[in-house]
């Protein structure tokens, strides 16, 4: 918002002296608001001229953020709501919130068809695969990577440097445990990062291990009431996603006791301090290095990817039922458009699993299959 505000006023889009984002905006904010937006993320400059290959320009991305503060500032902070930007009939003055108006809508529109055009617009990150996580998992963890060495920034022309040189033991298995929590869990990047020791705890249950964790935030739940999240310990088959042992196993290299559980990994394998967590960029950074070793192509994949191929993965393998999965990954029910999920889901059915129990692969059998004789919840 103060970015725009200085924006329009040096370029004197409005009468100096006049507040942008107040409760009365200046007839032409749609028009200084475009022209904002054109500024950064356009290839086009404000008098139509094309900008220069080597100028940088911000992403379409970028653009929607840029119009979301201008709407938060009109709509919530000066209390203009959410009502289109129009011109009353009655007083001729203008009203509503410029952020929603027709002619930032077409702008924004022409800018996604010409970003798309030229290549510039994502697609979404590809889901990641237990296939996937099990190769990196098992690269991480061979004993050749395992010894704590000096390592750093390392020169191209340098012939003693290898390229697993990135990182060490520490950084290996605080990526592990990022893979199965983050898939298994289904979690955002920002909710993963955010997770502190003291959410955590470690349980045994008779002869069994598991993990509970309750979120500090989740974006579907920002005024608290969040399920936790019971993991437990998992088969051999499926370590390479076992919370219980990636959790155990960072907690022995690191020798934490409270602060962020993710945190910022320092030259030689250096764990920063508690209030340190580590960014979603170096953490995204560390992953396709991790796919760079397992030589697989990094580029259509990113922190997404898990939430989503953990979506997939409990779908298509564990076979789990769709109102499990919603429930589990904080997606709404209320699908009131489609008429099958509304036989498949409903808030008032009795679940059929409890939560607790999702991730206990070691429960109680069901009644056996009549035709194929299978027990396993997975059938």
Known sequence: MKQCENFVHERKLIPEGFQFFCEEPHPQSAQCLAAWIMHSCDELNLDSTVKDSTVERATFTHAQKMRAAAT????????????VWHRSEITGKWAGNPSVSETLSCY??????????????????????????????????????????????TSRNNPDSKATDWAGPCARALLNLGYAIA?????????????????????????????????????????????????????????????????ARWMVISELTSGFLFRKIRANDRIAEENEPMTSEKFLEMFRNNLVDIKLDHFPYGTHSFRRGGCQWLSVVRRWPLRQICEWGGWSKEFTHLTIVKYLISWNDNPTVDRDDFFNMNRAPTVACPTCNRTCHCA
């Open 183 to 247: 898939f298994c869990g289904l979690l955002r990047i920002d909710e993963l990062l955010k997770i502190q020791i003291h959410d955590i705890a470690f349980e045994k249950i008779g002869d069994e291990y598991r993990l509970v964790l309750n979120l500090p935030l989740r974006k579907t739940s920002q005024f608290g009431d969040i399920k936790p999240f019971v993991f437990w310990k998992m088969p051999e088959e499926y370590i390479h996603l076992c919370v219980v042992d990636a959790y």
């Open 72 to 83: 938060f500032g009109f709509g919530r902070i000066h209390g203009l709501g959410m009502q």
């Open 108 to 153: 924004m529109l022409s800018l996604r068809r010409r970003k798309t055009l030229k290549g510039e617009i994502a697609t979404s990150a590809r889901a990641i695969t237990s296939t996937v996580i099990r190769q990196m998992h098992d690269f991480n963890n061979q004993p050749e990577l395992q010894q704590p060495r000096n390592y750093g920034p």
